[in-house]
């Protein structure tokens, strides 16, 4: 595709390995990025807000370990600052 590309818009002559090597680490970055953006909007997708706490009137503490124990083993939400 990267090939194709290129003839198509008349960059490769064959003085410019480099230019080749150029469009095809972009087009590399470009993916990872694209994949890098896919996951993280799917965890973000897997872990929902919620504000069940504040409904059952329990005690709201902003500790890394009771956060783990919540989000990620209790697989429940939280607030927007529980997530970030």
Known sequence: MVNLFGKRIRLFRPHS?????????FFLLLIAAIAINHTLAESGAAIPFENLSINYKQPIILKEDLLNKKIVEDKRGGFCYDMN
């Open 17 to 25: 390995i480099w230019v080749r090597k150029i469009v095809q680490w």
